[in-house]
């Protein structure tokens, strides 16, 4: 066992009660350390914060957005004021947010009437003010005013990544989901660190962001019953696509767009019937088939839509990448696909974003300046290893472990079971550094857990299959080491906080739920 994972396992073994309190009763405090994903050192001690009618929150202007948010997640259950100050005169109990201290990560210290966390980085403090959310009762995560006393434990966390990229992934193609829906779900991922969503834009069945220079593709493709079994529909304009990319920015989340290509087109060749090699439209798909469509990569049109589509997303997209797709192209002839991605991925850099696709553009050579997001269940994976060698990154999604839309059990009724049956133990029980022999740590820009929409409905369809999972893999993402019995006694503690906030969970039985 690693040294700091003792750290974090003697701070769980700690009796609730804080010890070495003052005259006062020893308020009850959730032992430092208890939090999702684990941090790297966890030094308890001293006596415990108390959160106050009197508290008031400091931070620099550079911080207001993370002091907003801190202030968000306390009021409805304290009912306190909270004012968000630059200074607090010396007597004050205050949480304070400063813009100092580690490179990476963050610093939290907690003590009698100051907790202080320090960051180089809003993105940094962002992380720490997570932490707190965890380090206070689960009643905090209440929507209305509780009479109780709060307290966080004494002590100090030093934290940081493991992974830079810790995604998670949702189908917006098989199933609309409103944004309203997709804010909800920013909201939840981001309590456990996860920096980047991913938005799966367009699939067989439909077409989900607006494009000004080909309007019928959300005119045709976007429409009602362009779900799964006809159920649901909908697109999001630029307008929302904007505000989407915003409210996450503000949550230190970065939307990943994707546009899946040369397969996967359906939905754009109903729409585009040029864009088949026939020129005859397809009927509308709502089934669940893949791998029977693909561009017509002999035909100019089809780079003229790829390049227009590229253009317009980059432009509304502040992040870096823009995901291309790539997977399951089975209607396309290998070495059309081959040439078809040496032809598009550039185009992303020459529009200033990084080309990421699925792991199969990893057999074009121009994937060498690309993200390739590992989906397999296999160990290994040639034209992945080879295009690691030539400096493609990977992202970590194996199916069999990190896809949100696997059953737990045969049992569940939402999801697929093609990749396998995943359990909480199973999406923990893997590392992103070994997952793939052949492809080094040093490879690894980080994790992502796709959840993909073809049984799924509603937010509270999307929570079932991510929560308690997706947890697992931020965990995998964040932590410098991992335990199966240490994650699964914090995760035990955080059904409550779900609870509360109306999140619709799978009670696993592997879990003692308290
Ligand atoms: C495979 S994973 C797909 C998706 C499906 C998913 C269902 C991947 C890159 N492609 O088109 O939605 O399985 O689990």
Known sequence: MGHRLAVVLAALALPLAATGAPAQAAPTTVPLGNVIPAPVEVHPGGSPFRLTDRTVIEAPSAARTVADR??????????????????????????????????????????HDRITIEARTAEGLFDGVQTLRQLLPAAIDART?????????????VDHPRYAYRGAML????????????????????????????????????????????????RISGGAGTGVDGVGGGYLTKADYK????????????????????????????????????GVAPPPRTDTEVGYSSLCTSKEITYRFAEDVIREIAAITPGPYIHVGGDEA????????????????????KYGKIAYGWHQIAQAPAASRAVAQFWGTDDTDADLVAAVKTGTKVVMSPANQAYLDMKYTEDTPLGQDWAALIEVHDAYGWDPATRVAGVPASAVLGVEAPLWSETLRSLADIQYMAFPRLPAIAELGWSASYSWDSFRARLGTYGPRWDRQGVNFYRSPQIDWS
Not at 76 to 99: D, E, H, K, M, Q
């Open 145 to 157: 005013p509780q009479r109780r006393d709060w307290a966080v434990a004494g002590g100090t966390i």
């Open 243 to 278: 505000d989407l990319v915003r409210y996450a920015a503000a949550r230190y989340v970065t939307i990943v767009p994707e546009i899946d290509m040369p397969g996967h087109v359906n939905a754009a060749q109903v729409a585009y019937p040029a864009l088949t090699c026939d």
């Open 171 to 218: 189908d917006e193609a098989r199933h609309f989901h409103t944004p309203d829906e997709v804010k909800q779900y920013i909201d939840e991922i981001a309590r456990f660190k996860v920096n980047y969503l991913h938005l799966h834009l367009a699939d067989d069945q439909g077409w989900r962001i607006q494009i000004d220079s080909w309007p019928r593709l959300t």
């Open 70 to 111: 801190l202030e968000e997640a306390l009021k409805p259950a304290t009912g306190f004021r909270l004012p968000i100050i630059g200074r607090a005169s010396s007597r004050t109990p205050v949480i304070a947010l400063r813009l100092s201290g580690p490179a990476t990560g963050y610093r939290l210290t907690s003590g």
């Open 330 to 349: 089975h209607a396309t002839a290998p070495a059309d696909y081959v040439a078809f991605e040496q032809r598009v991925l550039p185009l992303v850099a």
